[in-house]
């Protein structure tokens, strides 16, 4: 079954037809009609867009800052800039597919300041605890994933004993 189609693709196939048509002048007034309706509706489109930018990038930014509140501002706030840089669209008529694209990178973008934070957060803490550096065989049986657990959790502990935060590679 097929939509129906949306008013703005109906006037943008009737302003087509009437274009086509090529009678201009007998036309004007409804040409000229379609074309603001669509002017309208696109910017419409792009209003809402920008404000879904705008609250996706501050809930994001929101949430980090309570998430990592003591995180010295400025590391803080150098962490958090490219996500925050997707709010900067200094065109006043930035195409709708820029606003979008941006959009699609919210969620990516705040996972890697969250990342970035974490490991600021951590900083002269964090202790990686390489696996493949502890256990070097294949396991190849559950008491062979004991022994390699149990040495995994040595070295964490050991870590941990000594006030570290441990990431395990």
């Not at 309208?40 to 980090?64: I, N, Y």
Request: hydrophobic fraction near 45%; include cysteine.
């Amino acid at each position: 079954m097929q939509a129906s189609p949306t008013p703005q693709s109906w006037a943008a196939a009737r302003l087509s037809d009437l274009l086509g048509a090529g009678d201009y002048l007998t036309h004007a007034g409804e040409i000229r009609t379609l074309t603001n309706e669509l002017e309208t509706a696109r910017r419409q489109a792009l209003d809402d867009l920008r404000r879904r930018l705008t609250e996706g990038v501050d809930a994001h930014v929101s949430r980090l800052c309570e998430e990592f509140g003591e995180v010295d501002e400025a590391p803080r706030a150098e962490a958090l800039r490219p996500l925050t840089g997707l709010l900067a669209l200094d065109e006043p008529q930035v195409p709708v597919e820029v606003v979008e694209a941006r959009l699609a990178q919210v969620g990516p973008m705040a996972e890697k300041a969250r990342r970035l934070l974490d490991e600021l957060a951590a900083a002269g803490r964090l202790v990686e605890v390489r696996v493949d550096e502890i256990v070097r065989r294949t396991v190849e049986s559950e008491a062979d994933l004991d022994e390699a657990l149990r040495a995994i959790r040595g070295v964490a502990l050991a870590a941990l004993n000594d006030a570290k935060v441990v990431r395990l590679r």
